[in-house]
């Protein structure tokens, strides 16, 4: 399965949220055999995990703690962002004067 490949626009997956084929295979399966399903649920999980990471490190900033966790705060966020860059960069297809 190369499901980067199949669907490498973002946001939208061939112009939809949600692809037509997202219920292409039965039961359990599709949730790791079909391609637009893995797809979406990879997509979803790398939001989720920004959105998460971001949150702690918002919220870390401005808590009384000490140095050395802020800094793990702030590298673990500037990494998780990094790697996210990376794979809207180099797999998806967007606009190279977004990418470095």
Known sequence: MDAGRAYNTFPLMNGQL?????????????????????????????????TAVGAVWAVGRQMPLPRHVKMALSITAAITAAQVGYALCYTAALPSRLCL
């Open 18 to 50: 949600i692809p037509d084929d997202y219920w292409g295979l039965p039961g359990i399966r599709n949730a790791f055999e079909n391609t637009a399903a893995v797809q979406l649920h990879h997509r979803a999980l790398a939001i989720t995990t920004l």
